[in-house]
């Protein structure tokens, strides 16, 4: 059901193109970059939130109108923290993720232009790490780490990762540099394991500067 919600609203900048009678002034190809925090979590009612930066940089390609194509490459910190029975415990999973998302502007010849995105974000999984207690004392293992010394079994986990991502922000332009903030959301396809039915989920607020490519 999720899956067909993101579907919709993914579609939904497609028709509003049509509705636009707003020209795009620059038909350039623009390099960004972006920097930001994020909170993720996986599904579940005993997790909370693991925090987090989210650096990345992407290339847009001007399609038609205020609809252009973003391309790029991010770092995302994701995983869960667990607070039971007063003992903290962690499984980060970072990942270095592809995000291809449509974007359309509004408004863009305002001082301050908003914009909606969405699209995918393909991610693989970098590193794997565990935090937990045992014989009450604290433990921080990789997932290598745990595999090898624990006789009751491995992190059964999936490297490949796939989200459906949708945001929203406003723009200024300064010169020939484009700056902008938004939220965004990502929303895990995939299960992190496949004997779970644990997904991912993160909520970042990201800024970003983008130049004309030559």
Not at 159 to 175: A, I, L, Y
Not at 180 to 189: N, S
Request: hydrophobic share 40%.
């Amino acid at each position: 059901m999720l899956t067909r919600v993101f579907l919709i609203v993914l579609a939904l900048p497609l028709f509003t193109v049509r509705a636009q009678t707003i020209a795009q002034s620059d038909h350039s190809a623009r390099l960004g970059v972006t920097a930001g925090v994020s909170a993720a979590t996986v599904n579940g009612s005993q997790s909370s939130r693991r925090l987090g930066v989210s650096p990345g940089a992407y290339v847009a390609f001007p399609l038609s109108g205020p609809v252009s194509l973003e391309a790029g490459i991010a770092y995302a910190m994701k995983g869960a923290t667990y607070d039971i029975a007063s003992m903290h415990s962690a499984f980060e999973m970072d990942y270095l993720q592809v995000p291809l998302l449509l974007r359309v502007g509004f408004l863009e010849a305002s001082p301050l232009a908003p914009f909606v995105r969405g699209g995918v974000a393909l991610g693989y999984q970098t590193s794997c790490r565990l935090q937990y207690f045992e014989l009450q004392t604290m433990l921080r293992k990789t997932c290598r780490e745990y595999d090898a010394t624990n006789s009751g079994g491995s992190v059964d986990r999936r490297r490949f990762d796939v989200s459906g991502v949708v945001g929203g922000g406003v723009s200024f332009t300064t010169g020939a540099r484009r700056l902008w903030v938004a939220t965004q959301y990502e929303h895990g396809l995939r299960k992190v394991s496949p004997s779970l039915e644990t997904k991912n989920r993160m909520l970042s607020l990201l800024t970003g500067v983008e130049w004309r490519v030559p």
